[in-house]
């Protein structure tokens, strides 16, 4: 079933306006599965309605502290509707035995978890994920990992989160698909296919959790669970728009977020959660909230426990997980008649229908089946799925050797490679922020790979820990739940000794590739907000005085986010971004490494030169003084310094948005567009129907097949709100053998032209657009689009 989608991937052409899918979940609103839940409902006592829409995690924990209770006891009664990280047939079984056998109504569990990127065979990391902009790749990860998880008793995953970040202090930005709206609505739209195939009563089909509503991402100063204020014409026009394409593809259940927005907590938003969500939208399927999220409204200062539980419920938050407040609160307000029966009725009858739909009713147990770890299938898959991640950021010639990259066959075949640094065997590390259920044993470092390749001509060193004696106050902060990290890193490491050594090793090799980044587990994803978005530990300095050998390095980048890399850009000729690339890490790094994969990764995210920078992302708005733009207005001294610049760094980014070269050079012709003038009204009346078409000749000028991301790009310049300098509207894949040309097209219509005007409404105005084709967000190549009254 997995293989034959692989045939999917090599997909060259993505019309922008086939990328729509805005119905809701018919399933969801079907007259059948509504009949079942009607009738279930009639015969349900209030306690029984209550416990619907109650979720505890009854394994390990993935928040502060899981309740501990007697969970068989509160299923037989029927007072635990669903429940997470409980994972395996045997263990889900044990309590869905409980529920349809000894509870009065028979009604099933959902067992929910986080699947992020794979469940038992880890792939990518989301932010890797997103860089491979591949729509049918990332499908084809959530259908892995649903299969996987149905197998082990989970039919429901609290995934794709499809906040945006454009903030890499945010630790979660490794679970996003980065900055932008366009590549984030596509790829959210992809997840949702891959995890629920249009119908989730397959038996392999699973829910999921669109997460987390809303604006998570663009938390205050980049620290996570932080209040975020924005306005609203921005809330809806970039960070709503992957919600909204995951809800449109018909998302089961959102999970709502953590964070308040312009003063109000997501958790206990009616705006949020029923005016748009369910009002504009028409969403169907059920809310639940993140972790503890309902209980933690008495820390945003809106109530006591029974006020904020009644105010997250009448908001639309559904399912309260791990926040014992409407377990223990609700059942009496109704009785108390401060909350109308009818509301729980409504927050059950959602709960209902995703179990309905699901076919948990009809078929509520898992077989025992076979262990899916890592087989020799899933990967091959996880390395075809990693190769596309990677992003060669810098590939500069070295006098008397030239590019580094590939690595030529004469030092792979007869010289020696040095392979230094804390990431270059690491099992743990490869696999990820939010690899819950994957297995480390199962992970092929770098090492292990170059050795399979080189056996002893390769000659390795660790060179440093990924945290050294330094960082004792961040070991202190990141120990969750054992002993502090910093006691086990006793007696402190010495950086020193262990970079030497290093340094001795470089000089014995023909090259040295460098491979550095953070620690996953402790610096990124939840909670691992950072500061400072350097190397960690002593691994600057490592990565100095290898450089100072004189040696040729390529540095290898492990890392779920953007980190600073100016000091690398500046003095290491090939720099190879490969994230956190999952189980077969080593393997694909290697294949790209040595040439036998033509590298074709994208940046998600924009990579800054200097952490003040952020949040740094490509698409800004206008300024009335840019720093290079139309400055006539002043004179020529006032331009050099009334402009909208930081005067001790450049503003750009030192790898925009889009970038990721190639083994071999493309070409772009100049576009040509079907149509340049359009009216309006066209527009505004076939909302669905593209009007024109932008088409451009891509060449393959190299003597290496190469797959480039062809990116088209527009700007409004005149419009009733401002509007930002470039948006992403189109992209595609395209693969070309040496000297091979192919013409791409993208359509454009209404969802690629709208913007929300000063009333809220999606809407398209006389004006002109800009249009740039190209291989990132620097795209040059420029047509024009004009809108006529
Ligand atoms: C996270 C969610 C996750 C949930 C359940 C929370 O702490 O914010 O992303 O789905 O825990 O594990």
């Known amino acids: 079933m997995i293989l034959p989608l692989l045939l999917l991937m090599g997909i060259a052409l993505i019309p922008a306006s086939a990328q729509t899918v805005p119905t809701p979940n018919p399933q969801l609103a079907s007259k059948e599965v509504n009949a079942r839940v009607e009738a279930l409902l009639k015969k349900m006592t209030l306690e029984e309605k209550v416990g619907q829409l ?44 409980i529920a349809v056998e000894k509870s009065r109504l028979h009604i099933p569990i959902i067992f929910g978890q986080d699947v992020i990127h794979g469940h038992r065979t880890t792939f990518p990391v989301p932010l890797a994920l997103a860089a491979s902009w591949d729509p049918a790749a990332i499908e084809l990860v959530a259908r892995t990992g649903a299969v ?23 630790g979660r930005i490794v679970e996003s698909a980065g900055e932008d709206p366009y590549l984030g609505s596509v790829l959210a739209r992809a997840w949702v296919k891959g995890y629920q195939q249009g119908d989730l009563s397959k038996p392999d089909s699973v829910a999921v959790s669109v997460k987390h509503f809303a604006a998570y991402g663009a938390a205050i100063a980049g620290r996570d669970y932080n209040a975020v204020d924005m306005g609203e014409i921005t809330l809806r026009q970039v960070y709503l728009e992957p919600y909204r394409a995951a809800v449109e593809a018909g998302a089961a259940t959102v999970m709502s977020s953590f964070n308040s927005i312009n003063g109000i907590p997501a958790t206990a938003n009616r705006f949020l959660l029923t005016q748009i969500l369910r009002k504009e939208w028409g969403f169907d399927g059920f809310v639940v909230s993140d972790w503890g999220a309902v209980a933690e409204l008495k820390n945003h200062s809106i109530g006591d426990g029974p006020t904020v539980a009644r105010k997250a419920l009448e908001a639309g938050v559904d399912m309260d997980m791990e926040g014992n407040l409407y377990s223990t609160t609700i059942a009496e307000q109704v009785q108390a008649g401060k909350i109308p029966e009818s509301v729980v009725d409504e927050a059950a009858r959602r709960v209902l229908r995703v179990k309905f739909a699901l076919g948990l009713f009809d078929h509520p147990y898992t077989e025992a089946g076979p262990a899916y770890d890592a087989t020799p299938e899933r990967r091959a898959v996880a390395r075809k799925v990693a190769e596309e991640t990677l992003v060669l950021l810098k590939n500069d010639a070295v006098e008397g050797v030239g590019t580094l990259l590939p690595i030529s066959q004469s030092i792979a075949k007869a010289k020696k490679v040095a392979l230094i640094g804390p990431m270059a065997d690491n099992q743990q590390e490869m696999l990820g922020a939010w690899a819950v259920t994957g297995d480390p044993k199962y992970a092929v470092t ?14 390795y060193a660790e060179g440093c820990e990924l945290l050294s004696g330094e960082d004792a106050n961040v070991l202190k902060r990141v120990s969750f739940g054992g002993p502090v990290i910093a006691d086990q890193h006793l007696p402190i490491p010495d950086d020193a000794k262990s970079i030497a050594e290093a340094v ?104 800054p030169r200097a952490v003040g920078q952020e949040p740094l992302y490509y698409a800004q708005l206008p300024t009335g003084r840019p720093a290079h733009g139309d400055l006539s207005h002043m004179p020529s001294n006032a331009a050099e310094k009334f402009v909208s610049r930081y005067v001790d760094e450049e503003n750009s980014a030192l790898f925009p948005f889009g970038w990721g070269l190639s083994y071999t050079r493309f070409s772009y012709a100049a576009p040509t567009i079907s149509r340049a003038e359009v009216p309006v009204q066209e527009i505004l009346a076939s909302r669905k129907a593209p009007v024109t078409t932008v088409g451009v000749d891509v060449r393959n000028t190299g003597s290496v097949a190469g797959t480039e991301v062809v990116q088209l790009y527009i700007r409004n310049t005149a419009a009733s709100v401002e509007q930002p300098v470039r948006e992403l509207k189109g992209f595609a894949r395209v693969t070309l053998a040496p000297g091979e040309s192919k013409h791409v097209e993208f359509s454009l219509g209404f969802d690629e032209l709208h913007f929300y005007n000063a009333e809220m409404q999606r809407t398209v105005e006389p004006t002109t657009y800009k249009i740039w084709v190209g291989g990132s967000s620097l795209a040059s190549a420029e047509t024009e689009l004009k809108i006529i009254e």
């Open 504 to 607: 001795e090793t470089a000089k014995k090799a023909d090259v040295a590739i460098v491979a550095l980044g953070e620690p996953t587990n402790w610096l990124e994803g939840e909670a691992g907000s950072r500061a400072h978005l350097g190397f960690t530990g002593a691994q600057q300095k490592l990565l100095e005085a290898v450089v100072a050998t004189g040696k040729p390095v390529i540095l290898v980048v492990l890392a779920g986010r953007p980190l600073e890399l100016k000091w690398a850009a500046e003095h290491v000729p090939a720099i190879l971004e490969a994230w956190s690339p999952g189980v077969e890490a080593g393997h694909a790094v290697a294949n790209v490494l040595f040439g036998d994969v033509n590298p074709s990764g994208k940046l998600p995210s924009s990579f």
């Open 54 to 97: 109650v979720q505890y995690s009854a394994g390990y924990a993935t928040g502060p502290g899981a309740s501990n209770l007697h969970y068989d006891d509160l299923v037989s009664k029927g007072q635990l509707g669903s429940m997470l990280n409980v994972v395996g047939a045997e263990a889900t079984n044990h309590y869905q035995h």
């Open 148 to 170: 996987e998880a149905r197998a082990d008793g989970l039919a429901w995953v609290f995934s794709p989160m499809v906040d945006i970040a454009r903030d890499p202090r945010w």
């Open 446 to 459: 770098l090492k292990a790979a170059l050795t399979e390749r080189l056996g002893d001509r390769l000659l």
